[in-house]
């Protein structure tokens, strides 16, 4: 059955440094996108990506956050210049399309370690 | 805007035990709902779904029934094992994006 996948499964870093998590939505899929989970809560959106552009975002996803689809496979989420509190599991996700009917399909997560 | 809730736990129940997970949403439109669980140390995974009204959804022993007129949710199931064991995330897409409930968190022990 197909799958997202994402590297690293672990990320650490130190504060002020970049990261970029990188995803492999399922290959029929359109639409993409990043949650984050700060350990002990609940998943929070961070943006939806549709043929090369966001479509939307979230109070969270501000402009130390940037995604990209360098290729026709993967999808990026980079955060320039990490805090501490940018610790969380990230998940990528993915679906065929958009609509309140889709399915989002998500990877195993990133965990990510700001120090 | 449009969210979910759910019961808080931890919820801790014997093996072979009746497990209800209560959850209701609030939503414009008529949104998909869905119930994703996460083992330790592990990412989201997809339990099931609803896209309309009356639809139940059930994989794996569990079920649950998209009711319209009391906007819920309730996740089902007759008899945990312990591999049940897990937290799970009631949650809606709102057209662009999914919509997470605070999780509840559920030991099943032998």
């Known amino acids: 059955e197909p799958e997202v996948t994402q590297t690293p499964s672990h990320q650490v870093t130190q504060m002020g440094q970049e990261v970029i998590l990188r995803c492999v939505p399922i290959?029929?899929?359109?639409?993409f996108y990043w949650y984050r989970q700060i350990l002990g809560q609940k998943v929070e959106f961070l943006v939806s990506?549709?043929?090369?552009?966001?479509?939307?975002k979230s109070e969270i996803f501000d402009d130390q956050f940037s995604v990209e689809r360098p290729d026709g496979s993967n999808f990026t989420l980079k955060i320039r210049s990490t805090k501490l509190e940018d610790s969380a599991m990230y998940f990528c996700?993915?679906?065929?399309?958009?609509?309140?009917?889709?399915?989002?399909?998500f990877g195993p997560g990133t965990r990510l370690l700001v120090l | 805007g449009d969210s979910v809730t759910q019961m808080e736990g931890p919820v801790t129940l014997s093996e072979e035990a009746f497990l209800t997970i209560n959850c209701t949403y609030t939503?414009?439109?008529?949104?998909?709902l869905f119930w994703y669980v996460q083992y330790p140390g592990e990412g989201l995974q997809l339990l099931l779904k609803?896209?309309?009204?009356?639809d139940k959804g059930s994989n794996k022993g569990f079920e649950a029934t998209y009711r319209k007129e009391t906007t819920s949710f309730h996740l089902e199931k007759g008899s945990v094992q312990v591999s049940d064991s897990a937290v799970y995330f009631c949650?809606?897409?709102?057209?662009?994006?999914?919509?997470f409930g605070p999780g509840t968190s559920l030991s099943v022990i032998p």
């Open positions: 990506f549709y043929n090369n552009e966001i479509s939307e």
């Open positions: 996700a993915s679906s065929e399309s958009a609509g309140g009917r889709e399915t989002q399909y």
């Open positions: 290959s029929n899929h359109l639409y």
């Open positions: 609803a896209t309309k009204a009356d």
């Open positions: 939503a414009t439109g008529y949104p998909s």
């Open positions: 949650a809606l897409n709102a057209y662009d994006k999914v919509i």
